[in-house]
């Protein structure tokens, strides 16, 4: 069996024969000394040109400083499939309702002019009735008074 202390090729490849543990004091790495993390100077966006607020300037892509869209007022309002799809089904639904309700309103109509009818016909006939009855009343109280007179 080998350790690490045995350089055989096979199981160590000898590239950390350099590495001194002493090395490591304070922040310093070997691995990462040649990387610098300073804010200033090198950076890995320093070729970009820099706006004033922070972000990357609208010349970087060919666009000047006017606003990306036009104004709400101009903008046609896009709406989903489902959307367009309730309206559509909507506006069916709603014609079929203001049909339904044209023809109950058209039978009410009917059904009411049907009833007047028939009250002014009960109406006459009550009034003849009532009219007859009277006359009769009439003639009795005309006998009765006639008689009267008589005895």
């Known amino acids: 069996m080998s350790s690490f202390t045995d350089e055989s090729p096979r199981e160590y490849s000898g590239s950390f024969r350099n590495f001194d543990a002493n090395s490591l004091t304070g922040n310093s790495s070997p691995v990462f000394a040649s990387q610098s993390y300073s804010t200033t100077?090198?950076?890995?966006?320093?070729?970009?040109?820099?706006?004033?607020?922070?972000?990357?300037?609208?010349?970087?892509?060919?666009?000047?400083?006017?606003?990306?869209?036009?104004?709400?007022s101009e903008m046609e309002s896009e709406e989903g499939f489902a959307l367009r799809?309730?309206?559509?089904?909507?506006?069916?639904r709603l014609e079929e309702k203001?049909?339904?309700?044209?023809?109950?309103l058209k039978q009410i109509v009917e059904e009411a002019e049907e009833y007047k009818k028939e009250f002014y016909r009960k109406r006459q006939l009550t009034l003849?009735?009532?009219?007859?009855?009277?006359?009769?009343?009439?003639?009795?109280r005309e006998y009765i008074s006639i008689n009267s007179y008589f005895c």
């Open 85 to 92: 799809e309730w309206r559509r089904e909507n506006a069916i």
């Open 128 to 140: 003849e009735n009532n009219k007859a009855a009277n006359r009769e009343k009439e003639k009795v």
């Open 41 to 72: 100077g090198d950076d890995l966006f320093s070729s970009q040109p820099v706006s004033d607020d922070g972000g990357f300037s609208p010349e970087q892509n060919g666009i000047s400083d006017g606003p990306i869209l036009p104004p709400p």
């Open 98 to 104: 203001e049909k339904k309700e044209k023809e109950m």
